[in-house]
């Protein structure tokens, strides 16, 4: 299998929303303040290699509304758990992030 990169703009912020949200739980839950804990730092790797080889590319919405679930369960629990945690957080924090996250949403 030898998929192409995708950094386009719209993986690009993607992968900025999730740094930050795992930057802040990292921050919140474990502490850490200028570099992130070993499990934060592996679970940030995986997602952003995740998200540049996503097959939708600039197609993209958010990855919870995919129908595709490309993470090992391991790394979609963990993503989940940052997630919930950082979410609340971001509006406060990176208001930004939070309502580029929220505009990315599927409409119904």
Known sequence: MN???NNGPNIQKEKEIVTKMINLYCQKKHHHQQ????D??????YALMRLSLCRFGEEKSACSN???H???PKYRLEMKTVMRYSGPW???YHPVY???HLLNKPKK
């Open 35 to 38: 570099e992130l804990c070993k």
């Open 90 to 92: 971001m509006m406060l």
């Open 3 to 5: 998929r192409q990169l």
């Open 70 to 72: 490309c993470y090992k």
């Open 66 to 68: 995919c129908t595709v």
């Open 98 to 100: 939070a309502v580029k």
């Open 40 to 45: 934060c730092q592996n679970l940030k790797t």
